[in-house]
């Protein structure tokens, strides 16, 4: 039997330029751009002919030029950034589930909240990391052609955070979940101690001085040696520089990058989401050019990098562990991976860079904006102020020698309740869309189709007036006593089930010690100087919310 001849490569070649030469003499330039534009107008309206009509999704209610193309959502995303708020108006006109784009349903009801996130123990879980791209398929693709088969967890969704597959997500937080425990927050909590012990010393300085303090540039520092203590085992120091840092003095990394571009990069988020090889493009401009262009699309540069310093470090802290066994073990979330058990794949620098990148984003910004919205409300409200400042007499007593902890914090009510009140009102605006991959759902009359994007609004939750009455108030009150059970169920600041917040336990301590330290009787008196509502409110989607784009920060004076 003879064999097949083998393909002639450079002819192949050849003859596809000979017969593109061909068709531009036929053609010419307009004719064959005349008829690369109709092949897009038939592509489209075939995808849109099937997303009305024969998409699995066309029996569910919603707008129509929703269903039919992504760009409905791009175009609110890119120009007012204010798609939740439609999302709210589509809910109020269509029901409790609406199709927000072709391949994704939104879910307005509380009662199904624990329905659709469970635990790994009841159901597996996806996560839907596509981009929102008016022109991705990857919808469609989900519903075709990925029947059986594993979601893709080699692009950027190899941060656990927003890992696509459930079995992968799974592997890589259990690697980690100890170390996130309260358990193990407790045991490190010297360590916010520490920190709080240092911001506390550089405010009370400031004492008399009448100085405008940006307080949320401290709070940022404050997380920032946080977590860069809890990730990577180094502590950045940003609380010791001049100002609290205000440029990315990050992890030993010395950059130009002012400290607010963080927030800047925030803004950025929207055209990320939607037009995600924006950020494929970034890592091939060097981050000085970009500076040059835009110092804003250089911070997200640079704070990649950033991460990247800390995973090669570290990769050769642990390689001297094995070969010296006197040395000195360090205890962090990238140690303990590089520790850990898992494949040598899941060990690979590129993927921890990105864990990186994920961990720092998300460890210091929540928190500190966090911080920063509650420490205004309370200062806003001189009643709330007393009255906290009241509660927090005795536990803070022995500050500064004596640190309050967190078991003991968690235990005063009015703290509490300023803290749930600054993460109801914080508006977490994201869908935190789940993926049934091998059953379907059902909510009252409707099936839905596995491997369907399913969303719920957790800014609608804590914005419901049925259940917070005056929702847009500051009203730790509402807390105390015997308050409605249903305020408790629609308080999921964290998400829940097998994909909740990894860091919650870090960001509850550092919350009580923070607060309950700043406002301590005895200490500072603090003083808001042409800092409104309007400069701290979150009123944008970032993933996280931000404030409006004159946002004058979050400016103290101290007495």
């Known amino acids: 039997m003879s064999s097949l001849p083998l393909l002639d490569k450079s002819n192949m070649v050849k003859d596809l330029s000979a017969n593109i030469t061909c068709v531009l003499n036929t053609m010419g330039f307009w004719g064959l751009l005349g008829v690369l ?8 309206i075939f995808w849109i002919v099937y997303r009305l009509f024969f998409s699995p999704l066309a029996k569910f209610p919603g707008p129509k030029l929703a269903a039919a193309t992504g760009w409905y959502e791009t175009f609110f995303d890119l120009s007012s950034n204010n798609f939740p708020d439609v999302l709210a108006e589509m809910h109020a006109k269509y029901g409790p589930i609406v199709r927000v784009n072709p391949w994704e349903l939104s879910i307005n009801d509380a009662e199904y909240y624990n329905e659709l996130y469970v635990t790994a123990g009841k159901r597996r879980t996806n996560f839907d990391a596509g981009p929102r791209s008016g022109l991705g398929m990857q919808g469609e693709r989900q519903y075709i052609f990925m029947e059986g088969k594993k979601l893709n967890a080699l692009s950027w969704t190899d941060a656990i955070s927003i890992t696509a597959d459930h079995d992968t997500h799974e592997m890589r937080r259990k690697a980690v979940a100890n170390f996130f425990s309260r358990q193990n927050v407790t045991r490190v909590e010297s360590r ?60 030993l990394v ?24 924006i950020s494929q493009l970034l890592k091939l401009v060097p981050v000085s050019l970009l500076t040059a262009l835009n110092p804003k699309v250089a911070g997200f540069r640079m704070f990649t990098l950033v991460g990247e310093g800390q995973i090669d470090k570290i ?19 990238f140690h303990d991976i590089l520790r850990s058990d898992l494949p040598p794949s899941e060990k690979d620098s590129a993927r921890l860079k990105r864990e990186a990148f994920a961990l720092l984003a998300a460890g210091t910004v929540t928190t500190a904006g966090m911080l920063a919205l509650i420490t205004y409300y309370v200062l806003a409200n001189p009643h709330i102020e007393e009255r906290l400042r009241e509660e927090l007499k005795d536990v803070t007593a022995g500050f500064p020698e004596e640190v309050p902890r967190w078991a003991d914090l968690e235990k005063l009510p009015y703290l509490q309740g300023c803290l749930k009140e600054g993460l109801r009102i914080g508006r977490f605006f994201r869908r935190n869309t789940r993926i049934s991959p091998d059953v379907e759902l059902q909510y009252k009359q409707w099936t839905i189709p596995k491997n369907t994007p399913v969303g719920m609004s957790i800014c609608l939750l804590h914005m419901d007036p049925e259940v917070y009455p005056e929702p847009y108030k500051f009203i730790p009150e509402r807390w105390i006593g015997n308050y409605d059970p249903l305020m408790n169920r ?25 607060i309950g ?20 409110v979150p009123i944008y989607d970032s993933d996280v919310g931000v404030a409006k784009r004159d946002s004058k920060g979050l400016n103290v004076r101290f007495d």
Not at 37 to 44: E, F, K, R, Y
Not at 195 to 214: E, P, Q, W
């Open 37 to 44: 534009v109709g092949v897009v107008i038939v592509h489209s």
């Open 315 to 333: 990769k050769a802290e642990v390689a001297k562990e094995t070969k010296d066994s006197g040395f000195e073990e360090k205890q962090s979330v």
């Open 192 to 251: 916010i101690h520490d920190n709080i012990r240092m911001l506390d010393s550089k405010l009370f300085d400031l004492r008399g001085t009448g100085t405008a303090v940006a307080l949320d540039h401290a709070f940022s520092a404050f997380t920032g040696d946080l977590v860069g203590q809890f990730t990577c085992g180094e502590h950045p120091q940003l609380l010791d520089g001049p100002d609290f840092t205000p440029q990315w003095l990050v992890f």
């Open 490 to 514: 629609n308080f999921v600041p964290f998400t829940k089930g097998s994909r909740n917040c990894l860091g919650m336990n870090l960001a509850w301590s550092e919350l009580y010690i923070c």
């Open 254 to 277: 010395n950059t130009p990058l002012q400290h607010k571009s963080l927030y800047g990069v925030l803004r950025m988020v929207p055209l990320l989401r939607n037009l995600g090889w």
């Open 517 to 536: 330290v700043l406002f301590r009787p005895g200490g500072y008196r603090m003083t808001l100087v042409g800092t409104d509502e309007s400069d701290m």
